[in-house]
């Protein structure tokens, strides 16, 4: 099955730094690659996601970065604000399998003043 | 659109009883849902993947005959934790994917917090 890798464990930056959380998958097949943000208690929240068709997407200040060749996947958080501390999971899953979603081991953002 | 509900949120529960969590997409139909657990500081894992009107498929390692799912429509699942012991005390959320304009995403449930005495 699909096995996700995530780094770092923990992160923590300084108010208006960039941020940036690395993951890896193992299946090939693997096409649609979501970032879910979760607080303390919380479920998850979708906070980005890309395809395989796609090299890269941006929102505000977040962007995501695909590279289907060395399977690996990006996020980026410029200008990061105290309310971005989080924990942050990527996912992976291959659509039209039921969409089945193997999650990374987590990052704990904290973003300090 | 697409939220799901999952209750209750908090549960206490003495040893050995059993505890039914639901969740239910509440403005969509859902195809599939599936059913994570996630212990303190860790990461979401599977549990199963239930489809309305057959029997849920289990990732391996997980009692299908303590952890039970039934998925009787296309709105709501649930699952019953059986003879409940200290070690089932953990988050347990629900998601799910749309019948129509399904583009992969799924849609989390609150969540449920389970403490077993």
């Known amino acids: 099955g699909e096995n996700v890798e995530q780094h770092p464990s923990t992160l923590s930056v300084q108010e208006g730094d960039s941020a940036v959380i690395k993951c890896t998958y193992s299946d090939s097949a693997s096409n649609y690659f979501p970032w879910y943000k979760q607080e303390l208690g919380k479920r998850p929240q979708l906070i980005i996601d890309i395809r395989s068709n796609v090299g890269e997407k941006k929102d505000q200040r977040i962007a995501v970065t695909l590279n289907k060749t060395a399977k690996h996947f990006s996020l980026h958080i410029t200008e990061t604000q105290p309310e971005d501390s989080a924990v942050y999971f990527c996912?992976?899953?291959?659509?039209?399998?039921?969409?089945?979603?193997?999650f990374g081991t987590g990052t704990r953002l904290q973003v300090t003043l | 659109g697409a939220v799901v509900s999952q209750h209750p949120s908090r549960v206490i529960c003495k040893s050995g009883t059993s505890v039914k969590i639901e969740c239910r997409s509440l403005d969509f139909q859902a195809t599939t849902m599936f059913w994570y657990r996630q212990f303190p500081k860790q990461s979401l894992m599977l549990m199963a993947t239930?489809?309305?009107?057959?029997?849920?498929?289990?990732e391996q390692g997980v009692e299908k005959d303590k952890f039970l799912i039934n998925h009787a429509s296309l709105t709501l699942s649930t699952l019953t934790v059986t003879s409940a012991h200290p070690e089932d005390s953990s988050f347990y959320i629900c998601?799910?994917?749309?019948?129509?304009?399904?583009?992969?995403?799924?849609?989390f449930g609150e969540g449920s917090r389970l403490t077993v005495l």
């Open positions: 998601s799910a994917s749309r019948l129509a304009g399904y583009t992969g995403e799924l849609f």
């Open positions: 239930s489809n309305e009107g057959s029997k849920a498929t289990y």
């Open positions: 996912a992976a899953s291959i659509t039209g399998t039921a969409s089945k979603l193997t």
